[in-house]
C-alpha cells in the first residue's frame, strides 16, 4: 500500500466478504493467490474511481501491483471453473423457469496491443470506436413472494475481430490460446448458451436484441438446440405467411419447359419484410400494455402480434438456392409508442408457441433489461471496464473476479431486504439499488478501516506534521 495514498480497507478481510468468498478458495491453491483474490475483489469493491492492479494495490494494505498482476496471469487457477462454482451457488438459492439473456458490451481502449481491441461498434459511444467487445449471459427471474427481479452472470467471452484472427504474431503476444476459433459474437453467444445448459441453469427462454435476432445462424442454433427465443429484429428481417408457406408445400412440382426440357424447380413462398406487415395491421388490433412498474410510473406502450415465418430468400429465387430458408413459424411483434408519444417502431421475433397470449409475450419481449443494468453496474460499482492488461487470460480473470465481486453485491442485496439484522446464514431476494448496497459495503470498509487505525496507531503515519510556534 502507498502510505502517502489515503487507504480505503483495513489489511484484514472483511468479515461478509471472507465469510461469501470461502466455497471459492479451494479453486486458489496457494495461499498467496487466495490473499490476492480476496484483496482483489476487495480493491473492487471500493469506491477507487479506477480500479485495476495498481490502483487497488495503492489502496490495499497486505498486497502489491506485483502480486495482483501475478493473480491476474501466472497464478494456477482457472477462471471457467471460478464461473461454474459461482453459478451452482447462485443456483441453490435462485428460482427455476427464467431468461437467459444475451449482449455484449465494449470495454473503450485506447493503443492497438490490449487483446481483441480494434476499432468497432461500441454502444457506449453509439458509433466506432477503439475498443474491446465482450459477449455475455445473464439469468434473469422473477422471485415468487416479492415480485422483484433477480438476476447474476453466467458466463463471459471476449470476441476476436478479424484483425486479430488473421494475425498469429499478435495473438501470440496477446497469449491467446492456439485452440480459440474464429467466431462470431453469435457463435459465442450459442457457446455461452451451450455452457449455461451444461451447468444447469434453468431458463426457460432465450432474450436478445437485434444485433443476435438479426442473425439466422443464431436463430438456427437456438432451433438447433429447441431452444424458445425471443429476439429483436430489424424492420428489413424477412417472414413468410403461414397460409403460403403451406400453400407451396402443397403444390405440384412444376411442369417441364418443353418436350425434353430440363424439370423446372419450385420457388418458396413471397417474402415480406416485418415492416410491410406490420404496416398493414389496423389500429384496432394493437393494445396497450402495460408489462412492468418503473421508476417514473408503469411502463405501457401498444403492441400487437401475428404468426409468421422467419424466411430468407425471396419468391425468385428456387428452393434450392443456399439462399433460401423458411424457419420455424412463431410470433411477429411490433412494438410501437402510445398515441400522441414520439418514438420508433420496433419488431420481434419469437417461436413460441401459439398458445401463448400477448398479455405473455410482452413482459419477455421487454425483459432483457436486467443485462443492460449489469454492464451499468459492473462498470460503475466493480471496475468490469478497467482491466489494463492485454493478455487474453489476464482478461478473462479480470471478468470472472468481477463477476464474483458483482455476485456478492446481489447476495447483500437479496440479504438485506428481508433480514434486515443481517443475518448472514439468509439469502433472499431484494429491491434495493445495487448502489445503495455497495454504499454499505464502502461504509463497513470504513469501519473496520478506522478500528485498525485506533487498534494498530497507523493513523500518524497519514497524518501532516504540523510547523512548529513561530
Known amino acids: 500500500m502507498n502510505m502517502k495514498a489515503v487507504p480505503k480497507a483495513a489489511p484484514t478481510p472483511l468479515p461478509e466478504l ?3 468468498l470461502q466455497p471459492f478458495i479451494k479453486l486458489f491453491r496457494r495461499s498467496w493467490s487466495r490473499q490476492s483474490c480476496e484483496r482483489y475483489i476487495t480493491g473492487l469493491l471500493t469506491d477507487l474511481p479506477h480500479k485495476n492492479c495498481e490502483t487497488i494495490a495503492g489502496a490495499l494494505a497486505g498486497t502489491s501491483t506485483e502480486r495482483l498482476q501475478h493473480l491476474l496471469t501466472d497464478a494456477d487457477w482457472n477462471a471457467l471453473a471460478l464461473h461454474q462454482l459461482r453459478v451452482q451457488h447462485l443456483l441453490s438459492f ?27 461498434y461500441s454502444g ?18 422473477e422471485e415468487p413472494s ?82 424458445r427465443y425471443v429476439c429483436g429484429v430489424e424492420c428489413t428481417f424477412g417472414v413468410r405467411r403461414p397460409e403460403e408457406v403451406a400453400l407451396a408445400q402443397q403444390l405440384p412440382p412444376p411442369p417441364r419447359t418443353g418436350k425434353n426440357g430440363r424439370p423446372r424447380k419450385a420457388h418458396p413462398a413471397p417474402l415480406y419484410t416485418v415492416q410491410e406487415i ?29 404468426r409468421m415465418h ?6 425468385a ?52 433489461w436486467p443485462i443492460e443494468q449489469f454492464y451499468e453496474e459492473a462498470k460503475q460499482e466493480c471496475g468490469l471496464d478497467d482491466y489494463q492488461g492485454r493478455r487474453w487470460d489476464g482478461l478473462h480473470r479480470h471478468l470472472a473476479l468481477v463477476m464474483l465481486a458483482y455476485s456478492f453485491l446481489m447476495c447483500e442485496r437479496m440479504r438485506t431486504e428481508q433480514d434486515p439484522a443481517g443475518s448472514p446464514d439468509s439469502c433472499h431476494p431484494k429491491r434495493s439499488p445495487l448502489p445503495a448496497i455497495h454504499r454499505n459495503i464502502l461504509l463497513w470498509l470504513l469501519q473496520d478501516l478506522v478500528l485498525w487505525w485506533i487498534a494498530t496507531d497507523h493513523v500518524k503515519t497519514f497524518r501532516s506534521p504540523r510547523a512548529g510556534p513561530g
Open 317 to 368: 429465387r428456387t428452393l434450392q438456392d443456399r439462399r433460401v430458408y423458411t424457419g420455424a413459424e412463431g410470433w411477429l411483434i411490433g412494438e410501437r409508442p402510445l398515441p400522441g408519444q414520439e418514438g420508433e417502431c420496433k419488431y420481434y421475433f419469437s417461436n413460441l408457441p401459439a398458445t401463448k397470449s400477448l398479455q405473455q409475450l410482452v413482459p419477455l419481449v421487454r425483459g432483457r
Open 124 to 141: 457506449v459511444k453509439g458509433k466506432p470506436a477503439n475498443c474491446q467487445a465482450v459477449v455475455t449471459a445473464e439469468y434473469i427471474v
Open 94 to 120: 435462485s428460482p427455476k423457469d427464467g431468461l437467459l439473456a444475451l449482449d455484449d458490451t465494449s470495454l473503450l481502449k485506447q493503443g492497438r496491443e490490449s487483446v481483441g481491441v480494434a476499432r468497432q
Open 146 to 227: 416479492t415480485k422483484s427481479i433477480l438476476h447474476w452472470p453466467v458466463c463471459a467471452q471476449l470476441y476476436l475481430p478479424e484483425s486479430w484472427i488473421a494475425d498469429s504474431k499478435r495473438r501470440e503476444r496477446a497469449h491467446v490460446p492456439g485452440d480459440v476459433p474464429a467466431q462470431t459474437k453469435q457463435e459465442i453467444a450459442l457457446q455461452l448458451i451451450d455452457q449455461a445448459l451444461q451447468w444447469h441453469v434453468p431458463f426457460n427462454v432465450i432474450v436478445a436484441d437485434a444485433g443476435y435476432g438479426r442473425n439466422a445462424g443464431f436463430l438456427k442454433g437456438l432451433e438447433e438446440r429447441k431452444l
Open 278 to 306: 406490420i404496416a398493414k395491421l389496423s389500429d384496432e388490433q394493437w393494445q396497450t400494455i402495460t408489462w412492468r412498474e418503473g421508476s417514473r410510473g408503469p411502463m405501457r406502450k401498444q403492441f400487437v402480434a401475428v
Open 18 to 20: 471472507e465469510t461469501y
Open 310 to 315: 422467419w424466411a430468407m430468400g425471396t419468391a
